[in-house]
């Protein structure tokens, strides 16, 4: 529900289960546990994070194609189609610094950031896959000589233009999980890589050198870089 003050709900719940005993302060939550059961839930986690990122991006779900209206005009999809975005926005209330508790908002930093990992992945797989579909144009392209247009012209030239059309799709459909990865970035890090708490901004350094080596693409830039610099000099 959009209506509702999420970082409010979640330092309610975060209250309640302390009250039971069920969360406990310092670093005796799961991600501070250093204990190979613990260790595993950590790797679990971020492989579970990426499973559901490719399994949305095969099926549409993490840039869904645009439908079109009534009158034939190409519409945005609606937020229900995109359930990676419901967990983008539920990781980001986590990580927010509406909410208290540092268990919690160390938990919403890990699972936004390995969120961003499954989505840079997914970035790649449609950066190969645009690459693909441009080399098969460039090859039809190519391929065409004279008599070609003199026979079978028009199902060659439909063909060329379904080239192009998926070309363009896979150029789209890269560009908007690059958006979405930034956006993700963008509502998260500057806050968190001068929490307070020092696992968090070590969590914050380590991912942000991680990212910076699998997508130079989108953070070895300036932007990126600076956050580097200040960490290390922290």
Same mark, same amino acid.
């Given at each position: 529900?959009?209506?509702?003050?999420? #970082?409010?709900v979640?330092?309610? &719940?975060v209250?309640?289960?302390?009250?039971?005993?069920?969360?406990? *302060?310092?670093?005796?939550? #799961?991600?501070? /546990?250093?204990?190979?059961?613990?260790?595993?839930?950590?790797?679990?986690?971020?492989?579970?994070?990426?499973?559901? @990122?490719?399994?949305?991006? %095969?099926?549409e779900?993490?840039v869904? #194609?645009?439908?079109?209206?009534?009158?034939?005009?190409? /519409?945005? #999809?609606?937020?229900?189609?995109?359930?990676?975005?419901?967990?983008?926005?539920?990781? @980001?209330?986590?990580?927010?610094? !509406?909410v208290?508790?540092?268990?919690l908002?160390?938990?919403?930093?890990?699972?936004?950031? /390995?969120?961003?990992?499954? &989505?840079?992945?997914?970035?790649?797989?449609?950066?190969?896959?645009?690459?693909? %579909?441009?080399?098969? &144009?460039?090859?039809?392209?190519?391929?065409?000589?004279g008599g070609?247009?003199?026979?079978?012209? !028009?199902?060659?030239?439909?063909?060329?233009?379904?080239?192009?059309?998926? @070309?363009?799709a896979?150029?789209?459909?890269?560009?908007?999980?690059?958006?979405?990865?930034?956006?993700?970035?963008?509502?998260?890090?500057?806050?968190?890589? /001068?929490?307070t708490?020092?696992?968090?901004?070590?969590?914050?350094?380590? =991912? &942000?050198?991680?990212?910076?080596? =699998?997508?130079?693409?989108?953070?070895?830039?300036? @932007?990126?870089?600076?956050?580097? *610099?200040?960490?290390?000099?922290?």
């Amino acid at each position: 529900d959009s209506t509702l003050d999420t #970082p409010a709900v979640l330092e309610q &719940l975060v209250q309640a289960a302390s009250a039971e005993g069920a969360l406990i *302060g310092g670093k005796h939550y #799961p991600l501070m /546990r250093s204990t190979p059961e613990f260790r595993r839930l950590r790797a679990r986690t971020a492989d579970f994070l990426e499973l559901l @990122v490719a399994q949305a991006m %095969a099926r549409e779900l993490l840039v869904p #194609p645009p439908a079109a209206d009534a009158g034939g005009a190409p /519409r945005e #999809p609606d937020g229900a189609a995109a359930p990676v975005r419901w967990l983008l926005d539920a990781f @980001v209330a986590m990580a927010s610094n !509406a909410v208290r508790a540092r268990a919690l908002r160390h938990t919403g930093t890990f699972l936004a950031f /390995r969120l961003c990992d499954g &989505l840079l992945r997914a970035h790649a797989a449609a950066g190969k896959d645009e690459a693909d %579909a441009l080399a098969q &144009l460039d090859a039809r392209r190519g391929g065409g000589g004279g008599g070609g247009k003199k026979k079978g012209g !028009a199902q060659s030239g439909g063909a060329l233009s379904s080239l192009e059309a998926a @070309v363009a799709a896979k150029s789209a459909a890269r560009a908007s999980i690059g958006e979405l990865a930034a956006s993700l970035f963008d509502a998260t890090f500057p806050d968190r890589y /001068r929490d307070t708490a020092a696992p968090i901004r070590q969590e914050c350094a380590a =991912s &942000l050198g991680g990212w910076i080596a =699998s997508c130079p693409s989108l953070f070895l830039d300036n @932007v990126h870089l600076k956050y580097l *610099g200040w960490m290390l000099s922290d």
